[in-house]
């Protein structure tokens, strides 16, 4: 374990992302990357050098080999993987060459770290760690044109890269850095860099460093907008914008038009929006997992609570529905009863006036109206 005042830089990122570039201008500003005889070699791949640890190198393929994976195959790693007993080699002898570092200020670049990360903690606990940010198109179509993979494959690896950054780690312990930043104000982003990371340079060195990069690095750039419409998987999006947000305000000016977009993106991120080959376990997802199902169990008792007050509210409107239907029928079937009477009442009214006994009577009351008359006009005249 380093000296607890020693300042120790992890720089990782998903391959592609300027890890390289970035690592030296670091190095330019004072940061010990070891011995020039440990450095990887350059290679057409890589022409102005990797700026790698060879032995940083060794020990994670050696920790991804073991977990049967690879840099583009990320493994399925288990609970507590980085005590495995299967890998305390690679503890004791990684000890070893971290002891070897007397330098205040010193580091280590590989982007294996981004999917190894959990083992240097748990070997350096204070260290801090760089998250070297590149748009995940630009990302893959670097890859593609070097024939490493398609794009879709590209843009996966990213997403697995970049989960596993943010799952294990918190945003006081990391800091991200953007690829394109260097090439619009190169300057700016490296003196916010050395300040975010606890480094102090001279303008000077900055000035001499920031001329090391080179445009012809940068091969292409992307826009949100183009690589929604180039990925199928949302959570790669809530996943770059979550990084994005923390990678300066360079990064707000170059998606100044876009940005209200990446900052709802970015809100929606949780560790579910992760893209993991595995139940990727040590990181807290499965506790997030399950304080989220929690939450949601607790909102639908909430919602069947008030199902339930419904269903009874229901139940009562249906039997005031039923009684005011029973009183209805009640009353239609006096009403057809009173109607009924009625009917019997005409019917036999009819059957009275259309009878022989009822012509009798009003024949006789014709004949006795008009006697009186006729007495009546009599008794006038005299």
């Known amino acids: 374990m380093p000296e607890s005042s020693q300042l120790v830089i992890c720089v990782a990122g998903m391959h592609r992302s300027g890890t390289s570039m970035i690592a030296r201008l670091l190095n330019l500003c004072g940061l010990d990357l070891g011995d020039e005889k440990d450095m990887m070699p350059a290679s057409p791949a890589n022409p102005e050098g990797y700026w ?19 840099w583009d195959m990320v493994p399925v790693y288990h609970e507590n993987w980085q005590n495995t007993p299967g890998i305390h080699w690679i503890r004791r002898e990684a000890g070893e060459l971290v002891k070897r570092f007397t330098s205040p200020v010193w580091g280590w670049k590989d982007p294996r770290n981004s999917i190894t990360l959990q083992f240097w903690k748990m070997l350096i606990p204070q260290m801090k760690t760089l998250v070297c940010l590149r748009n995940p198109l630009d990302v893959a179509n670097s890859l593609n044109k070097r024939g490493s993979s398609s794009i879709l494959f590209g843009l996966q690896l990213w997403w697995q890269y970049n989960s596993m950054l943010l799952l294990n780690t918190e945003p006081h312990e990391r800091t991200v850095t953007h690829f394109d930043t260097y090439f619009r104000d190169g300057r700016r982003e490296l003196n916010r860099l050395v300040g975010a990371l606890g480094m102090t ?12 990069s080179k445009d012809s690095l940068r091969h292409s750039v992307t826009t949100i907008d183009t690589l929604a419409k180039a990925t199928p998987w949302e959570g790669l999006m809530e996943t770059y914008c979550r990084l994005l947000v923390e990678a300066g305000d360079q990064c707000q000016e170059m998606h100044a038009e876009e940005w209200e977009r990446v900052q709802e993106l970015a809100a929606r991120w949780t560790p579910l929006s992760c893209c993991l080959p595995t139940a990727a376990t040590g990181h807290g997802l499965h506790s997030e997992v399950a304080r989220l199902r929690r939450e949601l169990e607790m ?4 919602w069947q ?46 059957a009275i006036k259309n009878s022989k006994t009822w012509r009798l009577i009003t024949r006789a009351g014709s004949f006795g109206i008009k006697a009186g008359l006729v007495r009546n006009v009599a008794k006038t005249q005299a």
């Open 305 to 350: 609570e008030q199902v339930n007050m419904l269903r009874e509210e229901i139940a009562e409107l249906n039997a005031d529905n039923h009684r005011l239907v029973a009183a209805m029928d009640q009353i239609t079937a006096q009403r057809d009863e009173a109607m009924a009477h009625m009917q019997h009442l005409a019917n036999e009214n009819a």
């Open 201 to 212: 340079a001279s303008e000077s060195a900055i000035e001499e460093a920031v001329k090391t």
């Open 299 to 302: 909102q639908a008792a909430k």
């Open 52 to 70: 790698e640890h060879i032995w940083f190198n060794y020990y994670n393929n050696q920790i991804l080999e073991f977990f049967r994976g690879a």
